[in-house]
């Protein structure tokens, strides 16, 4: 009996085997299949991230329009109304008055408001205890002294650090505001506050208030507040963004201080090249011609080039000045020339290494700013797109946009870029592997501000001998070409 059952267990085992064999067919066929599926799925998410790099100027924008617009279904209801509400009031008409009113310490103020009807302008004024004197509507020849509506990131930054510190100290928010106002003595400034004044007592959200300010708060803090208004802690976002701003300026400033001492030192050294031209070779062209000395190339061409300037340096000057009006409204309009030139500019020496570090560093800090406040990745690279001047990112912004609505990664659009280094590019995948992202663009945005201050310090030390070697080859050429001359006539004596 137990020799039967060992052989049973035998042919049974047999069995199982054979089956095993039978079934590891199809399972390895299976296996195949799903790799190569993967492996297809790959390739095509690999082709449509390469198809989307290769997108420029008005192919990628159509892509992107035809991504956001398909987006818009999922919109938040409340950021939709209040869409169609700034809609609205940008096509309500609103009337620009002049009024004259006195202070609480009886001072006279002068200023334009804009409102629907001359009443709201004086409920408006006299809740906000003046004295209305007079109030009228403007002509069109009455214009504003006060040029360039938009607050500097300098007073930005001191604006938003008195208001959080108001806001702390538990004043409300449209008190904190009226305060600024009438403290600042910038007559544009005033009427910008008052206006946010105003929106805020009709009932308008800060956020609202801000954007309906003709461009004069930046998108950035517009975003940042209404990001605000949803987690209820303005305060801590003003303090934010009055730090950001300072950093911005800090930049700005180190920017103008690393190009105004070349430039002057350039401009003393070609006005004098040029004072030595039209005044001083003259001289010596009468005492020529009177020996009758045989002139080399050297001297004619500086001569020819004396007479030339003394006639027509007028020529000259309406030229310069006609090809940098032409220049920048050509910057300012023509969307292909502009980012030919910027291109231009980030592939020069030493100066292109600042344009881009100082582009990647104001990028990733905002970045890291908006996704420190819980702002979605697709608002963020939108906001990006519309705060910088760079035709270069704009365009990768974009594709970010159009990849990350395809389901791929931030760091898909920014690989292989030339104008996004490497380093930042790995720190960017690090941070999207680890769920860190806010922490790497901080840390890539101090990395790059670094070196774009070491690249300023550079240029500052490289530029002065540059000019002084310029100079010294302009006027050594002139006085080679008064000198040969003179050894002419010494010999001839």
């Known amino acids: 009996m137990w020799g039967v059952a060992m052989n049973a267990d035998t042919e049974s085992k047999k069995l199982n085997i054979g089956k095993n064999i039978l079934n590891l067919i199809p399972n390895l066929f299976k296996k195949f299949a799903h790799g190569v599926s993967f492996f297809v799925g790959v390739l095509k998410k690999d082709s449509t991230a390469f198809q989307i790099q290769k997108k420029s100027g008005d192919e990628l924008l159509e892509e992107l329009n035809k991504v956001q617009k398909e987006s818009n279904e999922y919109r938040n209801q409340s950021e939709i109304d209040d869409q169609e509400r700034l809609e609205k009031i940008k096509n309500q008409k609103m009337i620009s008055y002049r009024y004259k009113v006195k202070d609480s310490s009886g001072r006279i103020i002068s200023n334009t408001f804009e409102a629907p009807s001359v009443n709201d302008v004086k409920v408006f004024l006299t809740n906000e205890g003046y004295e209305v004197i007079e109030i009228k509507e403007r002509s069109k020849y009455d214009i504003d002294i006060n040029f360039g509506a938009k607050i500097s990131n300098g007073d930005l930054s001191f604006m938003l650090t008195q208001l959080s510190t108001y806001i702390k100290a538990g004043i409300p928010l449209i008190n904190s505001v009226r305060i600024l106002a009438k403290q600042t003595t910038n007559a544009m400034h005033k009427k910008i506050l008052n206006k946010v004044v105003y929106e805020l007592v009709i009932g308008e959200k800060f956020s609202i208030a801000l954007e309906k300010q003709n461009k ?134 030493v100066i292109g290494k600042v344009i881009i570090y100082n582009e990647v560093s104001t990028l990733t800090r905002t970045f890291s700013s908006l996704l420190n406040h819980s702002v979605f990745i697709t608002d963020s690279m939108e906001i990006l797109s519309k705060l910088s001047n760079n035709e270069i990112y704009k365009e990768i912004i974009n594709r970010t946009l159009i990849t990350l609505s395809k389901g791929g990664k931030i760091s898909d659009s920014f690989k292989g870029e030339w104008a996004f280094p490497v380093v930042a590019y790995e720190m960017l995948v690090t941070g999207e592997s680890t769920g860190q992202l806010a922490l790497m663009m901080e840390k890539v945005a101090d990395h790059y501000q670094a070196l774009h201050t070491n690249a300023v310090t550079t240029i500052k030390s490289l530029i002065e001998p540059i000019i002084i070697c310029f100079l010294a080859v302009a006027v050594g050429f002139i006085i080679m070409s008064i000198i040969l001359p003179m050894f002419d006539l010494y010999s001839q004596l």
């Open 216 to 349: 004069a708060f930046p998108t950035l803090l517009v975003n940042m507040v209404k990001t605000s208004e949803m987690t209820g802690d303005l305060a801590g976002t003003l303090d934010e963004m009055a730090a950001y701003y300072t950093e911005v300026e800090k930049a700005r400033k180190q920017m103008i201080s690393a190009l105004v001492y070349p430039a002057v030192i350039l401009s003393v050294a070609i006005i004098a090249v040029v004072f030595i031209i039209i005044y001083v070779v003259p001289q010596f062209v009468g005492m020529f011609a009177s020996n009758n000395a045989e002139l080399p190339a050297i001297t004619v061409f500086i001569i020819n080039a004396s007479d030339f300037l003394g006639s027509y340096w007028w020529v000259l000057l309406l030229g310069l000045i006609g090809l940098i009006i032409v220049y920048r409204l050509m910057f300012k309009h023509i969307k292909e020339f502009r980012k030919t030139m910027q291109t231009f500019y980030m592939h020069l020496p």
